[in-house]
């Protein structure tokens, strides 16, 4: 099955700086990798995700960007604000109905103002 | 949007008792629904799968006959916790996924086992 690995576990950075997140991957059938944002007793919410036909997506302040020859993707915020502090996990599925996504074990965030 | 709703948010039960907890998709038709464990401060860990009408497909690891799921309708799946211990505790989360809609994660579940 999938493998999801995420680096790093744990991410400090100053207000306004950018944070950056990486995750590799083991299956190359995989073709969608979705990032979400979980904050402490709550739901993973969806913030990103990218599809294998493309290699960077950008929405405002974050960004997505995915090298299928490295299998490897990576979560880009820039102009980080104390509200970003939270729980984030990468995934990776193939994207067809029915199919489950493999999380990463997930980067804690915390954003210094 | 889609949206999955769960519960109960929150149940404390004895050692030894079962407890169930419900997911459904409010707008939608759930073909599949997924069930996840996540202990505190670690990833979400896929225990099952399940489609409506069929058995669920249980990851390696997760005792089905500790864990009975049913998928009765395309709106519902149920997980039940038999028999439950203290090391059962931790926090329940199902996903739905809709052949329009893409993956909606329900509000989880904290369960505490005393």
């Known amino acids: 099955g999938e493998n999801v690995e995420q680096h790093p576990s744990t991410l400090s950075v100053q207000e306004g700086d950018s944070a950056v997140i990486k995750c590799t991957y083991s299956?190359?059938?995989?073709?969608?990798f979705p990032w979400y944002k979980q904050e402490l007793g709550k739901r993973p919410q969806l913030i990103i995700d990218?599809?294998?036909?493309?290699g960077e997506k950008k929405d405002q302040r974050i960004a997505v960007t995915l090298n299928k020859t490295a299998k490897h993707f990576s979560l880009h915020i820039t102009e980080t604000q104390p509200e970003d502090s939270a729980v984030y996990f990468c995934?990776?599925?193939?994207?067809?109905?029915?199919?489950?996504?493999?999380f990463g074990t997930g980067t804690s965030l915390t954003v210094i103002p | 949007g889609a949206v999955v709703s769960q519960h109960p948010s929150r149940v404390i039960c004895k050692s030894g008792t079962s407890v169930k907890i419900e997911c459904r998709s409010l707008?939608?038709?759930?073909?599949?629904m997924f069930w996840y464990r996540q202990f505190p401060k670690q990833s979400l860990m896929l225990m099952a799968t399940?489609?409506?009408?069929?058995?669920?497909?249980?990851e390696q690891g997760v005792e089905k006959d500790k864990f009975l799921i049913n998928h009765a309708s395309l709106t519902l799946s149920t997980l039940t916790v038999t028999s439950a211990h203290p090391e059962d505790s931790s926090f329940y989360i199902c996903?739905?996924?809709?052949?329009?809609?893409?993956?909606?994660f329900g509000s989880g579940t904290r369960l505490t086992v005393v």
């Open positions: 399940s489609n409506e009408g069929s058995k669920a497909t249980y």
């Open positions: 995934a990776a599925s193939t994207y067809f109905t029915g199919n489950q996504f493999y």
């Open positions: 299956d190359s059938a995989s073709n969608y």
């Open positions: 707008d939608f038709q759930a073909t599949t």
């Open positions: 990218i599809r294998s036909n493309v």
């Open positions: 996903s739905a996924q809709g052949q329009d809609y893409g993956y909606t």
